[in-house]
């Protein structure tokens, strides 16, 4: 499968956008993109803060780097999920 273009992307974001607004998402096809487009850009961070990590010879700088990155992209997750995270104290 292909990636979608920039245009097709903003085209199916504006639609998914519209499904939303006029109730119309009854297979939650708009729900799903719109979440996904929200959580994608985290991920995405992640994924090349590991790449940096494991290519700079495992760099104490880019450790800390990737752990903030995983922890923002938890946060956000927690946030459209709408879970409560409790540490007590224990991270």
């Known amino acids: 499968m292909s990636k979608p273009t920039d245009e097709e992307l903003k085209t199916a974001l ?3 956008m ?3 607004e ?3 998402d009854s297979d939650f096809l708009a729900k799903t ?3 996904h487009h929200y959580r994608l850009p985290y991920l995405l961070d992640v994924l090349f803060a ?3 990590y494991l290519n ?3 760099a104490e700088r880019e450790h800390t780097q990737l752990l ?5 992209a938890k946060e956000a997750e ?3 999920s709408k879970i409560e995270h409790y540490n007590f104290g224990l991270e």
């Open 56 to 58: 700079h010879g495992m």
């Open 22 to 24: 006029h109730g119309n």
């Open 78 to 80: 927690e946030h459209i």
């Open 18 to 20: 519209l499904m939303k």
């Open 33 to 35: 993109l719109l979440n």
């Open 50 to 52: 590991a790449d940096r």
């Open 14 to 16: 504006r639609t998914a």
């Open 68 to 72: 903030r990155l995983i922890e923002k």
